[in-house]
C-alpha cells in the first residue's frame, strides 16, 4: 500500500515554491486526479492538500479558512470514494468542518473518512516542529506568518479573547527584509479561535519614531471600570528596555496611551519582555524580564533576569512613578512571570522554570522547560513576597518532624528523603560557620544548599546535580534578614527545587536533571546547629 503525497516542495522553502494563485493549485488536483483513481487499490492513504512546505499544511500561501477548506472540498470531490484522505493536524480538520457543509464531504461507510496523518508518516524533520528540532509555530496570516508569541487573554462578552504577537517580515526600500512584532487578537470558546480580521489591533506604527518595531512583544492585558488595556514590552533605538501602554473601549480599536516606564538608569537591560502591571495592596506592582543585564552584586545576576518594580500610579493620566527594582527570584530558573487575580483577592503569579542562555536539560530529552508552582503575592515591609498557593497544602501525606535536633556531622534522618516533597528546615543555633542541606542525592549526585551564617549568604550548587552542559550551576544568594532564625522551606517536585526562606521573603527556583534513584536528602554542619 502506498502513502500518497503531492507537494511543491521538499526544502522547506513553499513559500517561494508554491503557484501565485489558489486556481493553479485546483488545476494541479483535477489533473492528478485520474492517475490517483486509477491506482486506488494501492494508495493506504492520500496526505494533505499539496500545498505547505514539505505538503505538511503549514509555511504556506494557503493555510487561511477560506483557502484551506476550499482545497480541502475539491480534493474530496475528486478522489474516489475507496481512498482515505488527511489534513496534518486536529486543528486543521476543526478547521475545515467548522465552515463547509459537512455534508459536502464524502463518507465511508458511517464515517467521514477525512482524517489525519500527524503520525509520523513521511514526516520531514521539521514536521511543525512535532517530530524534529525546529519550532514553527501555527501562524496563517501575512501578519502573523513568522510565528505566534506568548501573550494573554481575558473574558469579554461570553467569550475567550486571547491577545498575541504576531510577527511578520516586510521588504525595505533596499530589497531586503526586516522582522516586524504587532499585537493581534482572537476571539474563541477554549477550544476553536478565529482571527480578528483586522489584525493587528496594536502596531509598532501606533508608537512614537524613537521606538523599536522589531521589538515589540508579549502583550498582557485587563479592563479598568469600561475600558481595557494593554501593557507590552519594547525598547526604543537606543536599545533602552521599556513598557507601553495601550488603550481600547471595544478590543478591536486601540490607542497608544504612553510609555509607561523604562530603564531610566541604564542598569536594568535592554528589551523589557513580558511586563505585568496590576494593582497590590496600596502599591502598583510593574513586572518585567530585562534582557542582556549586568550583575549586580546579589541582587541581579548576569543575562536575563526579571525584576519587579513598586510605586504609585496615576490612573487618569497614566503616570507611575517607579521605585528601586528588585529581583523576583533568586535561583537560576526563573524567567516570564505573569500574574492572574483570583476570584478571592489573591494575586498569584506562575513563572517559567528555565533561562534562556542556562539548559541543564539533556540532549537525550525531548522535551524542556516546566512552570514554578503557583505563588500568591502580598507586600511586606516595602518588597514582595511569596509563598505556594494554599491549595497544594491538599497534597500533603506521610508527614514526618523532628524537633530539636543537633547536626555536627553529615547526618540523615529516617522519613526525609524522595523526589517529591514539602520540607521545611529552621536553623536556631549560632555555634558553626557552614550549614549544608544536600537534595536529590546519593554517591553520584547531589545538589546542595549552603548557607554561611557569617557572611549571611545562601549559596546554591548543583554542579553534581547531572548536568552535562557548560551552564551556571553556582548561586548566591544574601539573606534579607539575619537577624532571625533562618527558616528554608524546599519543595520538590522530582527534577525542580523550589525554596522559599522566611516564609517568602526571598525565593530561589532551581532546576535539575538528577535520575529519580538519587532520592536522599542530607545534612551536614562544620559546628554545631541544631
Same mark, same amino acid.
Given at each position: 500500500?502506498?502513502?500518497?503525497? *503531492?507537494?511543491?516542495?521538499?526544502?522547506?522553502?513553499?513559500?517561494?515554491? %508554491?503557484?501565485?494563485?489558489?486556481?493553479?493549485?485546483?488545476?494541479?488536483?483535477?489533473?492528478?486526479?485520474?492517475?490517483?483513481?486509477?491506482?486506488?487499490?494501492?494508495?493506504? @492513504?492520500?496526505?494533505?492538500?499539496?500545498?505547505?512546505?514539505?505538503? %505538511?499544511?503549514?509555511?504556506?500561501?494557503?493555510? !487561511?479558512?477560506?483557502?484551506?477548506?476550499?482545497? &480541502?472540498?475539491?480534493?474530496?470531490?475528486?478522489?474516489?470514494?475507496?481512498?482515505?484522505? =488527511?489534513?496534518?493536524?486536529?486543528?486543521?480538520?476543526?478547521?475545515? *468542518?467548522?465552515?463547509?457543509?459537512?455534508?459536502?464531504?464524502?463518507?465511508?461507510?458511517? #464515517?467521514?473518512?477525512?482524517?489525519?496523518?500527524?503520525?509520523?508518516?513521511?514526516?520531514?524533520?521539521?514536521?511543525?516542529?512535532?517530530?524534529?528540532?525546529?519550532?514553527?509555530?501555527?501562524?496563517?496570516? %501575512?501578519?502573523?506568518?513568522?510565528?505566534?508569541?506568548?501573550?494573554?487573554?481575558?473574558?469579554?462578552?461570553?467569550?475567550?479573547?486571547?491577545?498575541?504577537?504576531?510577527?511578520? /517580515?516586510?521588504?525595505?526600500?533596499?530589497?531586503?527584509?526586516?522582522?516586524?512584532?504587532?499585537?493581534? +487578537?482572537?476571539?474563541? !470558546?477554549?477550544?476553536?479561535?478565529?482571527?480578528?480580521?483586522?489584525?493587528?489591533?496594536?502596531?509598532?506604527?501606533?508608537?512614537?519614531?524613537?521606538?523599536?518595531?522589531?521589538?515589540?512583544?508579549?502583550?498582557?492585558?485587563?479592563?479598568?471600570? !469600561?475600558?481595557?488595556?494593554?501593557?507590552?514590552?519594547?525598547?526604543?533605538?537606543?536599545?533602552?528596555?521599556?513598557?507601553?501602554?495601550?488603550? =481600547?473601549?471595544?478590543?478591536?480599536?486601540?490607542?497608544?496611551?504612553?510609555?509607561? &516606564? &523604562?530603564?531610566?538608569?541604564?542598569?536594568?537591560?535592554?528589551?523589557?519582555?513580558?511586563?505585568?502591571?496590576?494593582?497590590?495592596?496600596?502599591?502598583?506592582?510593574?513586572?518585567?524580564?530585562?534582557?542582556?543585564?549586568?550583575?549586580?552584586?546579589? %541582587?541581579?545576576?548576569?543575562?536575563?533576569?526579571?525584576?519587579?518594580?513598586?510605586?504609585?500610579?496615576?490612573?487618569?493620566?497614566?503616570?507611575?512613578?517607579?521605585?528601586?527594582?528588585?529581583?523576583? !527570584?533568586?535561583?537560576?530558573?526563573?524567567?516570564?512571570?505573569?500574574?492572574?487575580?483570583?476570584?478571592?483577592?489573591? #494575586?498569584?503569579?506562575?513563572?517559567?522554570?528555565?533561562?534562556?542562555? &542556562?539548559?541543564?536539560?539533556?540532549? =537525550?530529552?525531548?522535551?524542556?522547560?516546566?512552570?514554578?508552582?503557583?505563588?500568591?503575592?502580598? +507586600?511586606?515591609?516595602?518588597? +514582595?513576597?511569596? $509563598?505556594?498557593?494554599?491549595?497544594?497544602?491538599?497534597?500533603?501525606?506521610?508527614?514526618?518532624?523532628?524537633?530539636?535536633?543537633? @547536626?555536627?556531622?553529615?547526618?540523615? *534522618?529516617?522519613?526525609?528523603?524522595? /523526589?517529591?516533597?514539602?520540607?521545611?528546615?529552621?536553623?536556631?543555633?549560632?555555634?558553626?560557620?557552614?550549614?549544608?542541606?544536600?537534595?536529590?542525592?546519593?554517591?553520584?549526585?547531589?545538589?546542595?544548599?549552603?548557607?554561611?551564617?557569617?557572611?549571611?549568604?545562601?549559596?546554591?550548587?548543583?554542579?553534581?546535580?547531572?548536568?552535562?552542559?557548560?551552564?551556571?550551576?553556582?548561586? $548566591?544568594?544574601?539573606?534579607?534578614?539575619?537577624? /532571625?532564625?533562618?527558616?528554608? #522551606?524546599? @519543595?520538590?517536585?522530582?527534577?525542580? +527545587?523550589?525554596?522559599?526562606?522566611?516564609?517568602?521573603?526571598?525565593?530561589?527556583?532551581?532546576?535539575?536533571?538528577?535520575?529519580?534513584?538519587?532520592?536522599?536528602?542530607?545534612?551536614?554542619?562544620?559546628?554545631?546547629?541544631?
Amino acid at each position: 500500500a502506498v502513502i500518497l503525497r *503531492f507537494l511543491y516542495d521538499w526544502d522547506g522553502k513553499a513559500m517561494q515554491t %508554491e503557484p501565485d494563485s489558489i486556481e493553479t493549485v485546483k488545476l494541479h488536483m483535477r489533473q492528478t486526479s485520474d492517475i490517483v483513481n486509477s491506482h486506488k487499490n494501492s494508495i493506504y @492513504i492520500m496526505q494533505g492538500i499539496f500545498v505547505g512546505s514539505f505538503a %505538511e499544511m503549514h509555511s504556506s500561501h494557503y493555510m !487561511d479558512t477560506n483557502s484551506m477548506t476550499e482545497l &480541502a472540498l475539491l480534493l474530496d470531490s475528486l478522489i474516489d470514494d475507496d481512498i482515505y484522505l =488527511s489534513v496534518r493536524t486536529p486543528q486543521h480538520l476543526r478547521t475545515i *468542518f467548522k465552515t463547509a457543509d459537512i455534508s459536502k464531504l464524502k463518507s465511508n461507510g458511517h #464515517r467521514i473518512r477525512t482524517g489525519l496523518f500527524n503520525d509520523g508518516m513521511l514526516g520531514s524533520y521539521i514536521d511543525v516542529g512535532t517530530y524534529g528540532p525546529e519550532n514553527y509555530h501555527f501562524s496563517d496570516e %501575512e501578519y502573523d506568518k513568522k510565528g505566534c508569541f506568548s501573550g494573554s487573554a481575558i473574558e469579554a462578552d461570553g467569550k475567550h479573547v486571547l491577545v498575541y504577537t504576531g510577527v511578520t /517580515r516586510i521588504k525595505l526600500p533596499d530589497g531586503s527584509e526586516q522582522e516586524r512584532q504587532n499585537q493581534c +487578537i482572537a476571539f474563541g !470558546d477554549g477550544l476553536n479561535y478565529v482571527k480578528h480580521e483586522n489584525n493587528p489591533v496594536v502596531t509598532g506604527d501606533m508608537l512614537p519614531e524613537n521606538c523599536s518595531r522589531i521589538d515589540f512583544r508579549d502583550p498582557k492585558i485587563w479592563k479598568e471600570d !469600561d475600558t481595557y488595556y494593554l501593557i507590552v514590552g519594547s525598547k526604543d533605538l537606543n536599545n533602552v528596555g521599556q513598557v507601553v501602554l495601550c488603550s =481600547s473601549k471595544n478590543l478591536t480599536d486601540w490607542q497608544f496611551e504612553t510609555i509607561l &516606564a &523604562a530603564n531610566s538608569t541604564g542598569k536594568i537591560g535592554t528589551m523589557w519582555e513580558c511586563p505585568d502591571f496590576f494593582g497590590l495592596e496600596d502599591k502598583h506592582v510593574l513586572i518585567c524580564s530585562p534582557q542582556s543585564m549586568k550583575a549586580d552584586k546579589y %541582587e541581579f545576576h548576569n543575562g536575563h533576569n526579571s525584576v519587579y518594580f513598586l510605586g504609585d500610579y496615576d490612573k487618569e493620566n497614566h503616570v507611575f512613578i517607579k521605585e528601586e527594582p528588585h529581583t523576583l !527570584d533568586y535561583g537560576m530558573d526563573f524567567y516570564a512571570p505573569q500574574t492572574t487575580l483570583l476570584p478571592d483577592g489573591r #494575586r498569584v503569579m506562575i513563572a517559567w522554570m528555565k533561562s534562556w542562555d &542556562a539548559c541543564v536539560v539533556p540532549d =537525550s530529552q525531548d522535551w524542556q522547560g516546566m512552570m514554578t508552582l503557583p505563588r500568591e503575592l502580598e +507586600i511586606k515591609d516595602g518588597r +514582595i513576597w511569596q $509563598k505556594p498557593v494554599k491549595e497544594i497544602e491538599n497534597y500533603r501525606a506521610n508527614k514526618c518532624h523532628y524537633t530539636d535536633k543537633k @547536626i555536627d556531622c553529615y547526618t540523615t *534522618f529516617d522519613g526525609i528523603k524522595g /523526589r517529591t516533597l514539602d520540607m521545611t528546615v529552621e536553623l536556631s543555633g549560632e555555634e558553626y560557620n557552614n550549614f549544608t542541606v544536600e537534595m536529590a542525592c546519593d554517591d553520584e549526585y547531589s545538589t546542595a544548599f549552603t548557607y554561611n551564617r557569617v557572611a549571611g549568604v545562601l549559596e546554591i550548587d548543583r554542579t553534581c546535580c547531572g548536568v552535562t552542559k557548560d551552564v551556571v550551576c553556582v548561586r $548566591k544568594i544574601k539573606i534579607a534578614d539575619t537577624d /532571625r532564625k533562618l527558616k528554608l #522551606r524546599f @519543595i520538590m517536585d522530582r527534577q525542580s +527545587i523550589e525554596l522559599f526562606i522566611n516564609d517568602g521573603q526571598q525565593v530561589a527556583t532551581t532546576a535539575i536533571c538528577t535520575p529519580l534513584q538519587a532520592d536522599g536528602i542530607c545534612f551536614n554542619c562544620d559546628g554545631s546547629d541544631v
